[in-house]
């Protein structure tokens, strides 16, 4: 019989002056070292559930295209380096 443990990651995003903007906690079975790949599944749930259409009606679609820059940014940052928040090894 195999178990799988269920491993919680907390999480926050401050501004610049350390307000916390968001914060959070998620739970699940991971497999990767530090919960990576349970890091990873919860940011797609997450980005499944927008809805651009929210944005169109308030108004605010220039916040979604700066939103959808920023994850995209990230995105090739995390992929150009083995280690992105630790040492700076660049792939080549």
Same mark, same amino acid.
């Given at each position: 019989?195999?178990?799988?443990?269920?491993?919680?990651?907390? =999480?926050?995003? *401050? %501004?610049? %002056? !350390?307000?916390? *903007?968001?914060? !959070? +906690?998620?739970? !699940?079975?991971?497999?990767?070292?530090?919960?990576?790949?349970?890091? =990873?599944?919860?940011? $797609?749930? &997450? &980005?499944?559930?927008? %809805?651009?259409?929210? =944005? $169109?009606?308030? #108004?605010? &679609?220039? &916040? /979604? %295209?700066? @939103?959808?820059? #920023?994850? +995209? #940014?990230?995105?090739? +940052?995390?992929?150009? @380096? *083995?280690? /992105?928040? !630790?040492?700076?090894?660049?792939? #080549?």
């Amino acid at each position: 019989m195999e178990t799988e443990q269920i491993h919680k990651v907390n =999480f926050k995003m *401050e %501004d610049m %002056d !350390g307000k916390i *903007e968001v914060k !959070g +906690e998620i739970s !699940g079975a991971a497999k990767i070292p530090n919960h990576d790949d349970l890091k =990873f599944k919860a940011i $797609i749930a &997450l &980005l499944n559930s927008i %809805d651009k259409q929210n =944005f $169109i009606v308030t #108004e605010n &679609l220039p &916040l /979604f %295209d700066t @939103y959808v820059k #920023e994850i +995209e #940014e990230t995105i090739m +940052e995390v992929s150009k @380096y *083995e280690s /992105f928040q !630790g040492k700076n090894i660049r792939r #080549e």
